[in-house]
């Protein structure tokens, strides 16, 4: 059995302090294989922000695959996010926005991308991969919506073919769908469609997203959407703090939902994926 840890929206510079050592004591209680981060790490894209994200990173018990979230690039200084988005990130988190981590079954371990080939079988074996669809302007007045260029899509799927036999995780900042009580909520603007076309057609059954603040698991068409709510944010007073505990075995995905309920974490409630 894989487990993945699924955390989206920690907003360092609006969370909960008081919150991030039991979060982290959760996290390394429940001792995941790897780590995926779906965004929105920082509040504001501050330097001082970006440094709290990175310690957290650092302290997380395993590998982790990290993109960027719509607030990760600068909103306030308009020269840095049009000139240089990602700068900050790069800097103080790494260069990779598109990262990709290779989980072999339980007695091989985990590898790196170019020790794959297509001939290799891996049994239990998973592929995390990032994709970033944080986006600085758009033709519309929410900035915050995402999106995805056919030149993603394209080196998606060079990705994609590299993996061998094991399962493909894609983790993104936003959903390909939402649910159905946030219908009105701006989508991916362009791209989500022939993204999702492109995944079915290479066997990905499930990604990894946040944006939302609300934890949902959307198991209707394909890929399933496993939504995380938001890890320590006090930035949607009304909803509650959670994480994702993913449990793939022989192909099945159970996603164990975690959440802070009456001053400590633990599981919340499970959805099996089809």
């Not at 164990?256 to 400590?264: A, D, I, N, P």
């Amino acid at each position: 059995m894989i487990r993945i840890a699924h955390l989206s929206d920690v907003h360092f510079g609006a969370h909960r302090p008081e919150r991030l050592d039991g979060l982290m004591a959760d996290i390394i209680e429940a001792a995941p294989d790897a780590v995926a981060v779906s965004g929105d790490l920082t509040q504001n894209a501050r330097v001082l922000e970006f440094e709290a994200a990175a310690a957290f990173l650092r302290a997380l018990p395993a590998p982790t695959v990290v993109v960027p979230g719509n607030h990760d690039i600068p909103r306030l200084d308009l020269r840095a996010r049009f000139m240089e988005p990602r700068a900050r990130w790069r800097h103080h988190l790494g260069a990779e926005t598109e990262p990709t981590l290779l989980l072999d079954g339980p007695t091989n371990g985990s590898t790196s991308p170019g020790d794959a080939t297509p001939q290799r079988s891996a049994p239990n074996g998973v592929a995390l991969l990032g994709l970033d669809t944080v986006r600085r302007a758009q033709w519309h007045l929410d900035w915050s919506a995402g999106g995805i260029s056919a030149g993603q899509r394209l080196r998606l799927a060079a990705r994609l073919a590299m993996i061998g036999d094991r399962l493909p995780v894609l983790v993104a900042h936003h959903p390909l769908r939402n649910p159905p009580e946030m219908a009105r909520t701006r989508m991916l603007p362009h791209g989500h469609r022939a993204l999702r076309a492109m995944l079915r057609a290479a066997g990905v059954r499930v990604v990894l997203c946040g944006h939302l603040h609300q934890a949902a698991v959307l198991r209707d068409g394909s890929p399933a959407m496993v939504i995380a709510a938001s890890g320590i944010s006090h930035r949607v007073p009304e909803a509650a703090n959670g994480w994702n505990l993913l449990h793939i075995d022989a192909g099945q995905i159970t996603v164990e939902r975690r959440g802070f309920r009456r001053g400590r974490w633990g599981a919340v409630g499970s959805d099996v994926l089809p």
